[in-house]
């Protein structure tokens, strides 16, 4: 895998050509200083000090009484604890502000590759959703996952120059509360080619994928022929598609081919094998009841940056749970 071939992955460099046929998104770059406070973990976890006076924990219980019983003695530990003010990002505050606005109030936020899906337990609503800049930058300051962004996006390239890119972004996507994750997909291309499409959500059984699912297949199949295959310019790499209620296709994000992107439904020899075998139709893959569920993964990174490489402990892991899956299959009961 090449640097370059990571740089086009990132939301700021493939949105503008493809922003016809995707989700409503606004970017900002970051100013570096916002940068080094994401990764600072030297002291005190603070958020930014809102001009708006905005919360990202409203529901937060202030008792100024224990509040003034705190008090600090001049020369303890404490003290330098104590004098630390919240940093300020105002100009950034009003940018982000007037961009939820434009987006209806509501958004999900993630930097030139990863959204904080670990850290979304810790918001107001349990999700990614946010309305403010100070619960943006609280799902962004707590996410370990954001590391892989901020430190480590070259680490599985050939000719690495550099442990970061030169600039980060904010990406803010339009919150849509009616999204269904059974309509989200992850395909998979090699040498220009669809080689496989697989459900994006494999730990869920969905049984109306079973009636739709070559309809399905062909739409997206047609929508990499007209809008991807000649524009993209790696050869290799995936993108993940959400299709609407009305079935129009929308492309969501693209991500290398191997490395932290994982295969899914697939392994990356399988993959390798579609490609050079090029039958009838892509390999489209859903779970099709309810014992072929994968086991989920609860973890404290994000889906996509769990190593699964052979030898991991999730690898024995998946090894073991399709060990006993098809001892089920094999047993008498199976078959009731």
Same mark, same amino acid.
């Given at each position: 895998?090449?640097?370059? #071939?990571?740089?086009?992955?990132?939301?700021? #460099?493939?949105?503008?050509?493809?922003?016809?046929?995707?989700?409503?998104?606004?970017?900002?770059?970051?100013?570096?200083?916002?940068?080094?406070?994401?990764?600072?973990?030297?002291?005190?976890?603070?958020?930014?000090?809102?001009?708006?006076?905005?919360?990202?924990?409203?529901?937060?219980?202030?008792?100024?009484?224990?509040?003034?019983?705190?008090?600090?003695?001049?020369? @303890?530990?404490?003290?330098?604890?104590?004098?630390?003010?919240?940093?300020?990002?105002?100009? $950034?505050?009003?940018?982000?502000?007037?961009?939820?606005?434009?987006?209806?109030?509501?958004?999900?936020?993630?930097?030139?590759?990863?959204?904080?899906? /670990?850290?979304?337990?810790?918001?107001?609503?349990?999700?990614?959703?946010?309305?403010?800049?100070?619960?943006?930058?609280? %799902? %962004?300051?707590?996410?370990?996952? $954001?590391?892989?962004?901020?430190?480590?996006?070259? /680490?599985?390239?050939?000719?690495?120059?550099?442990?970061?890119?030169? @600039?980060?972004?904010?990406?803010?996507?339009?919150?849509?509360?009616?999204?269904?994750?059974?309509?989200?997909?992850?395909?998979?291309?090699?040498?220009?080619?669809?080689?496989?499409?697989?459900?994006?959500?494999?730990?869920? =059984?969905?049984?109306?994928?079973? #009636?739709?699912?070559?309809?399905?297949?062909?739409?997206?199949?047609?929508?990499?022929?007209?809008?991807?295959?000649?524009?993209?310019?790696?050869?290799? !790499? &995936?993108?993940?598609? !959400? $299709?609407?209620?009305?079935?129009?296709?929308?492309?969501?994000?693209?991500?290398?081919?191997?490395?932290?992107?994982?295969?899914?439904?697939?392994?990356?020899?399988? %993959?390798?094998?579609?490609?050079?075998?090029?039958?009838?139709?892509?390999?489209?893959?859903?779970?099709?009841?309810?014992?072929?569920?994968?086991?989920?993964?609860?973890?404290?990174?994000?889906?996509?940056?769990?190593? &699964?490489?052979?030898?991991?402990?999730? /690898?024995?892991? =998946?090894?073991?749970?399709?060990?006993?899956?098809?001892?089920?299959?094999?047993?008498?009961?199976?078959?009731?």
């Amino acid at each position: 895998m090449k640097e370059e #071939e990571v740089n086009r992955c990132q939301i700021q #460099e493939w949105y503008p050509k493809f922003k016809s046929v995707s989700i409503k998104t606004r970017i900002h770059e970051l100013p570096e200083s916002f940068v080094q406070y994401l990764l600072d973990d030297s002291g005190l976890f603070l958020l930014p000090a809102s001009i708006s006076n905005e919360d990202a924990l409203p529901n937060r219980i202030h008792n100024p009484e224990e509040e003034d019983d705190y008090q600090v003695v001049e020369g @303890s530990d404490d003290e330098s604890e104590r004098s630390s003010l919240p940093p300020s990002f105002p100009e $950034l505050e009003l940018e982000i502000k007037e961009s939820i606005a434009s987006l209806g109030g509501a958004v999900f936020p993630k930097l030139n590759w990863s959204a904080p899906k /670990d850290s979304a337990w810790i918001s107001t609503t349990g999700t990614l959703r946010c309305s403010s800049f100070c619960e943006i930058a609280l %799902l %962004l300051r707590s996410s370990d996952s $954001l590391v892989h962004d901020l430190c480590h996006a070259y /680490d599985s390239c050939s000719d690495k120059t550099s442990s970061r890119p030169g @600039s980060f972004f904010l990406a803010l996507r339009k919150w849509y509360p009616s999204l269904q994750p059974e309509m989200e997909f992850r395909c998979f291309v090699r040498n220009q080619n669809l080689v496989g499409i697989s459900q994006r959500e494999a730990t869920t =059984f969905y049984p109306s994928l079973l #009636e739709s699912k070559d309809h399905l297949g062909v739409l997206i199949e047609d929508f990499f022929m007209e809008h991807l295959r000649s524009r993209f310019e790696s050869e290799n !790499y &995936t993108f993940d598609v !959400y $299709l609407t209620k009305d079935k129009r296709v929308k492309v969501i994000d693209f991500n290398p081919w191997g490395a932290f992107t994982l295969p899914l439904m697939f392994t990356w020899e399988e %993959l390798v094998q579609n490609d050079n075998e090029q039958g009838d139709g892509v390999d489209f893959r859903i779970v099709e009841s309810q014992c072929r569920v994968r086991p989920g993964l609860k973890t404290a990174v994000p889906f996509d940056y769990v190593d &699964t490489s052979s030898g991991s402990g999730w /690898d024995q892991f =998946f090894r073991n749970a399709d060990e006993e899956l098809q001892r089920q299959n094999r047993s008498p009961e199976a078959g009731a």
